[in-house]
Protein backbone atom coordinates (compact mmCIF):
# COMPACT_ATOMS: atom_id res chain seq x y z
CA UNK A 1 0.00 0.00 0.00
CA UNK A 2 1.18 3.15 -0.95
CA UNK A 3 0.74 6.43 1.26
CA UNK A 4 0.79 10.15 0.20
CA UNK A 5 2.92 12.44 1.88
CA UNK A 6 1.52 14.57 5.13
CA UNK A 7 -1.85 13.10 4.64
CA UNK A 8 -4.14 11.08 7.26
CA UNK A 9 -7.72 9.71 7.37
CA UNK A 10 -10.16 9.33 9.48
CA UNK A 11 -13.84 8.33 10.01
CA UNK A 12 -16.49 10.96 11.27
CA UNK A 13 -19.79 10.66 11.98
CA UNK A 14 -23.04 13.62 11.06
CA UNK A 15 -24.15 14.81 14.44
CA UNK A 16 -27.95 15.25 13.04
CA UNK A 17 -28.52 11.91 11.17
CA UNK A 18 -24.76 9.71 12.76
CA UNK A 19 -24.24 9.29 8.71
CA UNK A 20 -20.68 8.18 8.16
CA UNK A 21 -17.85 9.86 6.42
CA UNK A 22 -14.18 8.47 5.66
CA UNK A 23 -12.27 12.35 5.49
CA UNK A 24 -9.12 12.79 3.84
CA UNK A 25 -6.55 15.42 4.35
CA UNK A 26 -3.48 16.57 3.11
CA UNK A 27 -1.23 19.43 4.90
CA UNK A 28 0.87 21.68 3.58
CA UNK A 29 4.42 21.51 4.25
CA UNK A 30 4.48 25.23 4.90
CA UNK A 31 3.81 26.78 7.72
CA UNK A 32 0.35 28.67 7.43
CA UNK A 33 0.66 32.77 6.25
CA UNK A 34 -0.82 35.42 8.91
CA UNK A 35 -4.26 34.93 6.97
CA UNK A 36 -4.55 31.47 7.65
CA UNK A 37 -3.80 28.70 5.03
CA UNK A 38 -6.73 28.53 2.37
CA UNK A 39 -8.63 24.92 2.16
CA UNK A 40 -10.75 23.21 -0.11
CA UNK A 41 -13.18 20.94 0.11
CA UNK A 42 -13.29 18.22 -2.14
CA UNK A 43 -16.54 15.98 -2.92
CA UNK A 44 -15.95 11.92 -3.85
CA UNK A 45 -12.80 11.95 -1.80
CA UNK A 46 -12.61 8.23 -2.47
CA UNK A 47 -12.17 8.71 -6.28
CA UNK A 48 -10.02 12.05 -6.45
CA UNK A 49 -8.41 12.92 -3.59
CA UNK A 50 -4.65 11.71 -4.00
CA UNK A 51 -5.16 13.56 -7.44
CA UNK A 52 -5.88 16.35 -5.88
CA UNK A 53 -3.25 16.13 -3.04
CA UNK A 54 0.00 15.27 -5.42
CA UNK A 55 -1.28 18.15 -7.91
CA UNK A 56 -1.01 20.98 -5.15
CA UNK A 57 2.18 18.96 -3.48
CA UNK A 58 3.94 19.50 -6.93
CA UNK A 59 2.42 22.83 -7.78
CA UNK A 60 2.60 25.14 -4.98
CA UNK A 61 6.01 24.69 -4.38
CA UNK A 62 6.66 27.63 -6.63
CA UNK A 63 3.78 29.88 -6.55
CA UNK A 64 5.34 32.11 -8.47
CA UNK A 65 5.47 29.94 -11.82
CA UNK A 66 1.97 28.21 -11.33
CA UNK A 67 0.08 30.41 -9.50
CA UNK A 68 -0.90 27.60 -6.82
CA UNK A 69 -0.85 28.67 -3.52
CA UNK A 70 -0.33 25.72 -0.47
CA UNK A 71 -3.83 25.25 0.89
CA UNK A 72 -5.46 21.85 3.34
CA UNK A 73 -7.35 19.75 1.11
CA UNK A 74 -10.08 18.35 2.82
CA UNK A 75 -11.70 15.09 1.46
CA UNK A 76 -14.94 13.99 1.93
CA UNK A 77 -15.67 10.11 1.04
CA UNK A 78 -17.18 7.31 2.26
CA UNK A 79 -15.94 4.06 4.33
CA UNK A 80 -15.64 2.17 1.06
CA UNK A 81 -12.36 0.75 -0.85
CA UNK A 82 -14.20 1.34 -4.14
CA UNK A 83 -14.16 5.07 -5.89
CA UNK A 84 -17.85 5.69 -5.48
CA UNK A 85 -20.67 5.33 -2.73
CA UNK A 86 -24.79 4.95 -3.36
CA UNK A 87 -24.61 7.27 0.14
CA UNK A 88 -23.34 10.46 -3.03
CA UNK A 89 -26.73 10.23 -3.93
CA UNK A 90 -28.33 11.40 -0.91
CA UNK A 91 -25.24 13.37 -0.19
CA UNK A 92 -25.85 15.79 -3.47
CA UNK A 93 -28.89 15.61 -4.00
CA UNK A 94 -31.92 17.98 -3.19
CA UNK A 95 -35.44 16.72 -3.09
CA UNK A 96 -36.75 16.08 -6.59
CA UNK A 97 -40.83 14.74 -6.92
CA UNK A 98 -40.14 11.45 -8.35
CA UNK A 99 -41.85 12.45 -11.75
CA UNK A 100 -39.41 15.10 -12.46
CA UNK A 101 -35.99 12.36 -11.77
CA UNK A 102 -33.97 11.76 -15.09
CA UNK A 103 -33.48 7.80 -15.82
CA UNK A 104 -30.98 6.24 -13.70
CA UNK A 105 -27.69 5.59 -15.21
CA UNK A 106 -28.37 1.79 -14.61
CA UNK A 107 -31.65 1.92 -15.38
CA UNK A 108 -32.52 0.65 -11.88
CA UNK A 109 -34.34 2.29 -9.46
CA UNK A 110 -32.39 5.68 -7.34
CA UNK A 111 -30.76 5.23 -4.35
CA UNK A 112 -32.10 7.21 -1.35
CA UNK A 113 -31.66 10.58 -2.83
CA UNK A 114 -32.72 14.28 -1.30
CA UNK A 115 -30.36 14.94 1.77
CA UNK A 116 -28.46 17.59 0.06
CA UNK A 117 -29.18 20.05 2.93
CA UNK A 118 -28.45 17.72 5.47
CA UNK A 119 -24.58 17.05 3.59
CA UNK A 120 -24.05 20.92 3.85
CA UNK A 121 -25.28 20.92 7.51
CA UNK A 122 -22.25 18.31 8.32
CA UNK A 123 -19.71 19.64 5.99
CA UNK A 124 -20.60 23.59 8.03
CA UNK A 125 -21.60 22.06 11.67
CA UNK A 126 -19.11 19.57 12.05
CA UNK A 127 -16.72 19.08 9.61
CA UNK A 128 -15.25 22.84 9.34
CA UNK A 129 -15.08 22.95 13.07
CA UNK A 130 -12.75 20.55 13.17
CA UNK A 131 -10.57 21.63 10.84
CA UNK A 132 -10.41 24.81 12.26
CA UNK A 133 -9.16 23.34 15.22
CA UNK A 134 -6.31 21.44 14.00
CA UNK A 135 -5.39 24.20 11.49
CA UNK A 136 -5.26 28.09 11.26
CA UNK A 137 -7.85 28.49 8.32
CA UNK A 138 -8.29 32.01 6.34
CA UNK A 139 -11.85 31.80 6.49
CA UNK A 140 -12.11 34.05 3.22
CA UNK A 141 -10.47 31.61 1.40
CA UNK A 142 -12.63 28.43 1.33
CA UNK A 143 -13.33 26.54 -1.87
CA UNK A 144 -15.58 23.84 -2.77
CA UNK A 145 -15.26 21.28 -5.54
CA UNK A 146 -17.75 18.23 -6.72
CA UNK A 147 -17.67 16.75 -9.91
CA UNK A 148 -21.19 15.35 -11.85
CA UNK A 149 -23.62 15.22 -9.15
CA UNK A 150 -20.97 16.55 -6.82
CA UNK A 151 -21.00 19.87 -8.87
CA UNK A 152 -24.89 19.73 -8.75
CA UNK A 153 -24.21 20.05 -5.01
CA UNK A 154 -21.75 22.58 -5.40
CA UNK A 155 -24.49 24.93 -7.67
CA UNK A 156 -27.15 24.34 -4.77
CA UNK A 157 -24.67 25.52 -1.83
CA UNK A 158 -23.93 28.33 -4.26
CA UNK A 159 -27.32 29.74 -4.79
CA UNK A 160 -28.70 28.62 -1.10
CA UNK A 161 -26.01 29.23 0.95
CA UNK A 162 -23.61 31.32 -1.08
CA UNK A 163 -21.28 32.85 2.08
CA UNK A 164 -20.39 29.06 2.85
CA UNK A 165 -17.92 29.59 0.69
CA UNK A 166 -15.68 31.49 -1.34
CA UNK A 167 -15.28 29.61 -4.57
CA UNK A 168 -17.17 27.19 -6.35
CA UNK A 169 -15.53 24.64 -8.51
CA UNK A 170 -18.78 22.56 -10.43
CA UNK A 171 -16.98 20.04 -12.47
CA UNK A 172 -19.14 18.47 -15.16
CA UNK A 173 -22.65 19.39 -13.16
CA UNK A 174 -25.45 17.40 -13.31
CA UNK A 175 -27.92 20.32 -13.88
CA UNK A 176 -30.30 18.07 -15.59
CA UNK A 177 -31.15 16.68 -12.65
CA UNK A 178 -34.07 18.43 -10.73
CA UNK A 179 -33.25 21.22 -13.25
CA UNK A 180 -36.78 23.27 -12.66
CA UNK A 181 -35.50 23.30 -8.78
CA UNK A 182 -32.32 24.43 -9.28
CA UNK A 183 -32.92 26.87 -11.96
CA UNK A 184 -35.83 28.14 -8.72
CA UNK A 185 -33.06 28.33 -6.68
CA UNK A 186 -30.47 30.37 -9.31
CA UNK A 187 -33.55 32.92 -9.63
CA UNK A 188 -33.43 33.35 -5.64
CA UNK A 189 -29.50 33.82 -5.64
CA UNK A 190 -29.65 36.32 -8.05
CA UNK A 191 -32.30 38.34 -6.50
CA UNK A 192 -30.36 37.94 -2.99
CA UNK A 193 -27.67 39.52 -4.84
CA UNK A 194 -29.21 42.93 -5.60
CA UNK A 195 -30.31 43.31 -2.45
CA UNK A 196 -26.72 42.33 -0.91
CA UNK A 197 -23.64 42.18 -3.62
CA UNK A 198 -21.13 38.67 -2.63
CA UNK A 199 -17.87 38.31 -3.65
CA UNK A 200 -17.68 34.87 -4.85
CA UNK A 201 -15.97 33.03 -8.02
CA UNK A 202 -17.37 29.94 -10.08
CA UNK A 203 -15.81 28.00 -12.43
CA UNK A 204 -17.68 25.77 -14.60
CA UNK A 205 -15.92 23.21 -16.61
CA UNK A 206 -17.25 20.13 -18.93
CA UNK A 207 -15.11 17.55 -21.08
CA UNK A 208 -15.54 18.17 -24.74
CA UNK A 209 -16.94 14.67 -25.38
CA UNK A 210 -19.86 15.28 -22.95
CA UNK A 211 -21.56 17.24 -25.62
CA UNK A 212 -22.66 14.01 -26.89
CA UNK A 213 -24.53 12.82 -23.70
CA UNK A 214 -28.43 13.34 -23.52
CA UNK A 215 -28.80 15.23 -20.16
CA UNK A 216 -26.61 18.43 -22.85
CA UNK A 217 -24.03 18.75 -19.88
CA UNK A 218 -22.30 21.38 -21.53
CA UNK A 219 -24.89 23.20 -23.14
CA UNK A 220 -26.70 22.99 -19.40
CA UNK A 221 -22.78 24.62 -17.76
CA UNK A 222 -21.93 27.06 -20.60
CA UNK A 223 -25.88 28.49 -20.49
CA UNK A 224 -25.30 28.95 -16.73
CA UNK A 225 -22.08 30.54 -16.98
CA UNK A 226 -23.86 33.22 -19.14
CA UNK A 227 -25.87 33.83 -16.81
CA UNK A 228 -23.99 33.97 -13.74
CA UNK A 229 -21.46 36.25 -15.77
CA UNK A 230 -24.41 39.14 -15.92
CA UNK A 231 -23.91 39.07 -11.86
CA UNK A 232 -20.49 40.29 -12.24
CA UNK A 233 -21.12 43.16 -11.08
CA UNK A 234 -22.99 42.52 -7.85
CA UNK A 235 -19.68 40.14 -6.84
CA UNK A 236 -20.01 37.30 -9.23
CA UNK A 237 -16.57 36.15 -10.95
CA UNK A 238 -17.35 33.46 -13.20
CA UNK A 239 -14.96 31.06 -15.71
CA UNK A 240 -16.31 28.69 -18.07
CA UNK A 241 -14.16 25.85 -19.79
CA UNK A 242 -14.84 23.38 -21.83
CA UNK A 243 -11.15 21.18 -22.00
CA UNK A 244 -10.53 19.64 -25.50
CA UNK A 245 -10.58 16.20 -26.06
CA UNK A 246 -11.97 14.56 -22.53
CA UNK A 247 -14.83 12.96 -21.34
CA UNK A 248 -16.80 12.77 -18.47
CA UNK A 249 -14.12 10.84 -16.25
CA UNK A 250 -10.72 11.75 -18.26
CA UNK A 251 -11.89 15.62 -17.42
CA UNK A 252 -10.90 15.32 -13.73
CA UNK A 253 -7.30 15.60 -13.44
CA UNK A 254 -6.87 18.59 -15.95
CA UNK A 255 -10.15 20.03 -14.24
CA UNK A 256 -8.35 19.91 -10.71
CA UNK A 257 -5.11 21.60 -11.76
CA UNK A 258 -7.46 24.48 -13.35
CA UNK A 259 -9.32 24.89 -10.34
CA UNK A 260 -6.31 24.75 -8.08
CA UNK A 261 -5.24 27.95 -10.18
CA UNK A 262 -8.63 29.32 -9.86
CA UNK A 263 -9.21 29.01 -6.40
CA UNK A 264 -5.55 30.56 -5.43
CA UNK A 265 -6.27 33.54 -7.87
CA UNK A 266 -6.49 36.76 -5.91
CA UNK A 267 -4.16 34.85 -2.91
CA UNK A 268 -1.88 37.76 -1.03
CA UNK A 269 0.70 34.95 -1.01
CA UNK A 270 0.82 35.51 -5.07
CA UNK A 271 1.07 38.77 -4.62
CA UNK A 272 3.95 38.57 -2.65
CA UNK A 273 6.21 36.04 -4.46
CA UNK A 274 5.58 37.75 -8.24
Known sequence: MVSLP???QRIMHSRAENREYRIFVARPDVE????????????????????????IRLQSRRPEKTGVVPAVIVGIGYDTEGPFSNARYYDFTMPVPSAELPQSPRGTEWPELGGADAFLNFIE???????????????SRQTIFGHSLGGLFVLHA????????????????????????????????????????????????VGEHEKHHHSHMNDN????????????????RVRF??????????????????????????????????
Open 32 to 55: PPPSGYPVIYLLDANSVFGTMAEA
Open 158 to 205: LFTRPGTFHTYVAGSPSIHWGKRILLEEERQFASRLEKEPRSVGVLLA
Open 221 to 236: AKELAERLSVLASLGV
Open 241 to 274: HEFEGEGHVSVLPVLISRALRFASEGSPQLEVSS
Open 125 to 139: EDLKPEIEREFNIDR
Open 6 to 8: RTE
